[in-house]
């Protein structure tokens, strides 16, 4: 479909059979139209009279058409445009900041983010340190930032060890952005294995954690103040990591 | 009671007998088992050989057919997965129950009618899922009758937020990250060994559907493969021991050496209950 | 309906000041229908009212326009669909012909995946020891794997039930690929409801068959022969096949 090439204008054996004869099937004009409509909606990109002729009854004034459905959309949300010798849909002008006002573009997660949010998710409390051990690599500061940005990661408290390291967990915004009513409905072990999830061998033991309930600090957490924070540098104003 | 499976072939078994014989002495058949999604599977196609409503099936053919298969399957050395033996150890205690006169019966679990009616509903059930499989793939759908516009200009949020990710994403994230560390160097040969596990939704499937005092192994064994017999009575009875402690399962032994009964722990039908309100509640 | 989580009205400058003021502008009827278009048209996954609402003037009553606005694609070659409380614009299903593409980019799913499917969609909230139950095997490794992948099916949570199992669900997207308004659309799931097969427990109206115990066939039986055997591909002929 988005393929309007010539090249891809391969006539239907019965074309040929018709060849010459004004038409080998008709359609109502509004048929004609529903049809350009649909052509055109569906195509990924602008797409040429010829193309549209293709697909129509043979006879059928393309040009025409277009320039009655051009004028039926001319007062709509969406118009009907010729971009150089094609045709294609675009958002009325006078519109077109409502589209481009929303263009807070969604980004797709890194690989590395959505690692450390489930980990964050499975095994929380947990620290930066342990999400390390866990992924067998460094973490950078991006990736915490990003997913605190997100709304789903938050800190936790301190963890009462040496170097009282800060623990992190996830939110209520978390769990409402995947669709969970609690962290317990995190699917366990045997859960994404019969989902496929995990496959082949596993070892014995390997295990995955039911994540704690509440958002209430373990025994060996303390809670986190304003003054960590800073100390701790997480709160660095500026943005300039990454 | 209902352990009476002597081979004393009732006349049925003499034709099915015959049938049998022909399967074997005639090395130009073999048995198809792999176009099966399981035993249900199977009886339902063989109850389609009796070309009437699933309603009313003759349940008793449809175990003679079945068990009449799996032998042959057995006999030629077709490797059979768990399932289908499992299902014809149940067939067996069926056909049994439904043989024998109905004096006998206790107050403590379905009669041979009941089992066989269960069974006519999974089926009558599957075969309805089949068709709505069927009516859904052949609606129109999106990509083949119907088309999404080709040149979308932005993407809204339904959420709020400016990150996309599904629970998909996450857990399959966090699946291949926890088995990627969890790699190990020892292979281990795989011993032909009936796990714990298995041995345990074997009995649950089979007593789930039983309840009544039963000596399970003369079903289950008699279509187990010789060599699989001792390993699966041992994880057979290691699982049991664990179903009882948690009270899903009562055994009894008359005497040293005499047959292991066992039934349905009595504790199962609240917990039957509280799925199906949940169920529904959740379905409303 | 235009009503929005409170915490998600984030107002914008211009909104504080028109507080509590019936609209801070106007938009003729057909302005309204102009920039629902716009934001639905511009979008290929279903856009929520809520968003729309959002993007309109305080009050406007969206779902009414929104049926308008159906009513007035309805004929056309693009026609406005819902999907729970979304909406989008997709193609006439009678142009299917017309438009479809030489390679069909619809999945293919095997026979399996199909069946697992139709139980969810039918069967939900379902656990997977349920749609074992029902098929009577073991779901396959990757069979859940595919639907999760293709955005279909997802964990919708537990089952407050001994051993919590998770719960399998159908999601939006599966709704908009097979052209399901809701799930209460579903072909047959009254009926299916109604005759007792949604449920897990045998239906009291149920008849229950009589298992003919003698040997005779009854009237309406055949006696099975080794061709009905063959004809099925259960004895199928060695060699002969495949």
């Known amino acids: 479909m988005q393929a309007v090439d ?8 019965d074309d040929e059979a018709g060849e010459g004869e004004p038409a080998r099937f008709t359609l109502s004009d509004i048929d004609i139209q529903r049809t350009i409509e649909a052509l055109v909606f569906a195509s990924s990109e602008p797409v040429s009279e010829a193309y549209l002729a293709d697909r129509l009854p043979r006879g059928t004034d393309v040009a025409a058409a277009m320039h009655q459905l051009a004028a039926f959309y001319a007062g709509r949300g969406v118009n009907l445009l010729r971009v150089e010798d094609r045709w294609a849909f675009r958002t009325a002008a006078d519109l077109s900041f409502m589209i481009r006002r929303d263009e807070t573009e969604v980004k797709k997660l890194s690989r590395a983010a959505l690692e450390v949010l489930a980990i964050i998710a499975y095994h929380q409390p947990v620290t930066r340190a342990e999400i390390e051990e ?11 930032d990003v997913l605190m940005e997100a709304g789903w990661v938050r800190f936790r408290g301190r963890r009462r060890s040496p170097g009282r390291p800060v623990t992190l967990g996830t939110t209520i915004s978390f769990l409402d952005h995947f669709g ?6 995190l699917p366990g072990l045997e859960e994404l294995k019969g989902a496929g999830l995990l496959s082949g061998r596993i070892p014995p033991n390997f295990n995955i954690p039911i994540p704690s309930l509440g958002d209430d600090l373990t025994e060996d957490e303390d809670p986190i103040t304003q003054l960590d924070l800073e100390e701790l540098g997480l709160l660095a104003p500026s943005g300039g990591d990454e | 009671m209902a352990t009476d499976t002597s081979k ?3 006349p049925m078994e003499k034709l099915w007998q015959d049938a049998d014989d022909r399967a074997v002495t005639d090395p130009a058949l073999v048995i198809d088992v792999s176009g099966f999604e399981g035993p249900l599977d199977l009886l339902l196609h063989l109850a389609r ?9 003759s349940v008793l053919a449809l175990a003679e057919q079945y ?24 067939l067996a205690f069926l056909k049994s129950k439904l043989l ?16 066989a009616a269960i069974l006519a509903f999974r089926l009558k059930r599957l075969e309805a899922m089949r068709e709505q499989a069927t009516m859904l793939v052949n609606r129109n759908r999106i990509g083949r009758d119907i088309f999404v516009r080709g040149a979308p200009e932005h993407i809204p949020q339904s959420s709020q937020s400016a990150f996309d990710a599904s629970l998909y994403d996450l857990l399959s994230a966090y699946a291949n990250l926890r088995q990627r560390q969890a790699i190990t160097q020892v292979t281990i040969e795989r011993r032909k060994v009936w796990s714990l596990v298995e041995a345990r939704q074997l009995l649950t499937d089979m007593l789930g559907e039983i309840g009544d005092w039963t000596a399970l192994q003369d079903y289950l064994l008699q279509y187990m493969p010789a060599e699989e017999r001792v390993t699966a009575t041992a994880s057979a009875f290691a699982a049991s021991l664990e179903l009882v402690r948690e009270g899903k399962l009562e055994m009894r032994q008359d005497g040293a050496f005499q047959p292991i009964y066992m039934r349905q722990g009595q504790k199962r039908p609240v917990a039957v209950k509280l799925t199906e309100q949940e169920n529904d509640s959740a379905g409303g």
């Open chain 1, 180 to 185: 969970l009513e609690e962290l317990r409905d």
């Open chain 1, 6 to 13: 010539d090249e891809f204008l391969t006539p239907e054996p």
């Open chain 1, 134 to 144: 866990i992924r067998g690599v460094q973490t950078s500061k991006g990736t915490l």
């Open chain 2, 100 to 115: 024998i006169p109905q004096q006998v019966r206790g107050d403590d679990g379905p009669s041979g009618e009941e089992m």
């Open chain 2, 49 to 57: 050989t009796q070309k009437v409503d699933l309603q009313r099936i």
């Open chain 2, 8 to 10: 004393s072939a009732t």
């Open chain 2, 67 to 90: 068990l009449l298969f799996i032998d042959s399957a057995r006999k030629v050395r077709i490797e059979l997965a768990a399932d289908y033996l499992v299902m014809a150890a149940w």
